[in-house]
């Protein structure tokens, strides 16, 4: 029996259907054929399953059809292999994913349960004011906290928003690891892997921690910590794909339950871009008393693929609040007492948040934060009234028209900064360096409005008023980012380079780090580049762990289109370190900062308290 399935909705994928048509004729069961195609499509969707019995979702099956699916063969409830399961809730995963989430969360859970509190509160003391010496408490108790409570834990995540010292904080954390090693149940000089899931946040997260390691070593000759700076590495910050040995021929990793890795402490900074498969890779790769150090911002975009880790974890924490015995330890070490959390939420004290920007003056603060949780209306309204937030603008952009007046005015303010990039005589670190003052990031790839559009756009723009010849693909100036890691010849997804004529014609400039993590530059043949694309404009989502002093933020003037989200908006405008304007209209930007993204799964369900 196989009858054909209703046609495909417009966001689904050829496997969804395919899936569905399969399990229709292999089992004749409609019913479960329609719940397959739905997690299928969840799945394309960033979701770990579907929500069957969610009337927001779409499917809303009543009691009759999910026990009716309940007792068919091919569901089970995950105690044993099924190909599909439905939980008590009505959540139906394929089986992997379901994998996924319950042996992650199960991985979570015992490291968390393996908690110690192994330093006395006189040695706290004495370490804090030796790593925070001279810093006033307060603004750094989020800091402090974070230093004293990682020894003894297993698992710790360290959340916070742009500048509010999360690399800076790691490394006083690590040597706090390396310091009392004995003590947190680690060999003597635990070794250390710095990873982040793409090149270029492996990279920045080198560039701060070997920046972090500088100023302490300065700031702390003939303290019990200073020998200990060394041995934090920083040159080689990998992929975690790196770290966990992938293996892309099959699709599968060298380190897992069966050969852990190595290392003793791993830290993984941009922590919200890891997918459940990978983060449960990644735990189950980890040895028992490893201890594993998670950075990241739970506000920005979620991963790719399936799952929202670090935004469950987080929800799944008492928010600020410390279970008895470590907020005891800490309250005298603190300007203010720690909150007390209920006695049996596991993951309270391992995930703490940063909240004081360092980034001082400046003027996009207070923008940042407050696009970062759900809007206050009022500040939105005098936002959209006003045109302005201290150094966040908006400019007015429903139509094609009005976004080439946008994209106008912007060549027009940075006429001089465009003009110089393109001047014959600009030398490669300076063009680099100028580049990074300024990128236009678009909410969509392609269309007018997407950063292929525009980019097709500032290209026309720039060769009508600096005379480029904009027939040619490569020309003196043209911005670019390498679109897939090139292991080969150091080049990564994310990296933007310059192409610049010289004596030996023209070449594509990178500023790229050596092995002690020091900036240098690198120049490539044009020929010899990975896949790539011109980066006048470029996507929020490839932006994601790079800064800028300036963006100007390109949204789709539909309100409806789907891909405005408020994780979207605060990564983009979070990209930008001093000024940043939004080209949108008022319904789009309040339709995107009115819809979170909300991924379907049980993961934060399955770290509360049951
Ligand atoms: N306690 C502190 N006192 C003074 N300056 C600090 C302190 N903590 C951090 N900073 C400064 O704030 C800036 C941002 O710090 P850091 O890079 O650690 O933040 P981050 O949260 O990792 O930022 P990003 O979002 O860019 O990853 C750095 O210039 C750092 O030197």
């Not at 089992?27 to 394309?44: C, Q």
């Amino acid at each position: 029996m196989n009858r054909p399935l209703p046609p495909a909705a417009a966001d689904e994928r050829a496997i969804d259907q395919s899936l569905a048509q399969w399990v229709l004729g292999r089992t004749g069961s409609a019913l479960l054929a329609a719940a397959v195609r739905a997690a299928s499509r969840a799945e394309g969707h960033g979701h770990s399953c579907a929500a069957l019995a969610d009337p927001d979702t779409g499917a809303d099956l009543d009691t009759d059809a999910l026990e009716a699916l309940r007792r068919h063969d091919w569901v089970g409830d995950g105690t044993a292999f099924t190909p599909f399961v439905l939980d008590a809730q009505g959540r139906f995963y394929l089986w992997r994913n379901w994998q996924h989430e319950a042996k992650l969360a199960e991985a979570i859970l015992r490291r968390c349960a393996q908690r110690t509190l192994p330093i006395p509160a006189d040695t706290l003391a004495d370490d804090l004011a030796t790593l925070f010496a001279g810093m006033p408490r307060g603004a750094t108790d989020g800091q402090r906290a974070a230093v004293a409570a990682v020894p003894g834990a297993r698992f710790f995540v360290l959340t916070g928003g742009p500048g509010t010292g999360k690399t800076t904080t790691v490394v006083r954390m690590l040597l706090m690891l390396l310091r009392h090693a004995h003590a947190c149940g680690l060999p003597a000089w635990p070794s250390i892997a710095l990873a982040a899931p793409t090149g270029k946040a492996a990279q920045r997260l080198a560039q701060a921690v070997a920046k972090g390691k500088a100023e302490l070593q300065a700031s702390l000759p003939g303290s019990g910590f200073h020998d200990f700076v060394p041995h934090i590495p920083h040159a080689e910050a990998r992929t975690l794909h790196r770290l966990l040995g992938y293996r892309p021929m099959d699709d599968s990793f060298g380190h897992g339950p069966h050969n852990p890795l190595a290392e003793d402490i791993v830290v993984v900074d941009e922590a919200s871009m890891v997918d459940l498969a990978m983060m449960r890779q990644l735990l189950q790769a980890l040895r028992p008393a490893a201890v594993l150090i998670l950075l990241g911002d739970p506000g920005q975009l979620a991963s790719v693929d399936a799952g929202s880790v670090l935004a469950d974890i987080v929800a799944a924490a008492p928010r600020q609040r410390l279970p008895p015995p470590l907020a005891g330890l800490l309250a005298p070490l603190l300007q203010q007492a720690p909150d007390v959390a209920a006695g049996d939420a596991p993951l309270a004290g391992q995930v703490l948040a940063l909240t004081h920007s360092w980034r001082a003056g400046s003027g996009l603060q207070r923008g940042v934060e407050a696009l970062r949780d759900a809007p206050d209306p009022a500040w939105l309204d005098a936002l959209l009234d006003q045109r302005r937030d201290g150094d966040l603008h908006l400019r007015h952009c429903p139509t094609v028209h009005a976004m080439r007046a946008c994209v106008d005015g912007w060549i027009e303010r940075h006429a001089g900064l465009l003009q110089s990039l393109l001047a014959p005589a600009i030398d490669a670190a300076e063009a680099l360096q100028r580049l990074r003052q300024l990128q236009i990031l678009c909410a969509l790839r392609d269309g007018p409005f997407g950063a292929q559009g525009i980019n097709e756009l500032v290209l026309r723009r720039l060769a009508v008023r600096f005379g480029i010849d904009a027939s040619r693909a490569w020309y003196h100036g043209r911005p670019v980012i390498v679109t897939r890691n090139d292991y080969a010849r150091g080049l990564f997804n994310g990296d933007v380079g310059i192409a610049l004529e010289g004596a030996e014609g023209l070449r594509v400039w990178f500023e790229l780090s050596d092995r002690d993590g020091n900036a240098g530059l690198r120049s490539y043949s044009p020929r010899a580049l990975p896949a790539h694309d011109s980066a006048w404009a470029i996507t929020i989502h490839r932006s994601q762990g790079s800064e800028y002093r300036e963006v100007a933020v390109l949204l789709p003037p539909d309100a409806d289109n789907r891909i405005l989200t408020r994780e979207l908006v605060y990564t983009a405008i979070s990209r930008a370190k001093e000024h940043a304007e939004i080209w949108s209209t008022d319904d789009a930007l309040r339709a995107g900062l009115a819809r979170p993204i909300r991924r379907q799964g049980g993961l934060r369900e399955r770290l509360q308290p049951r």
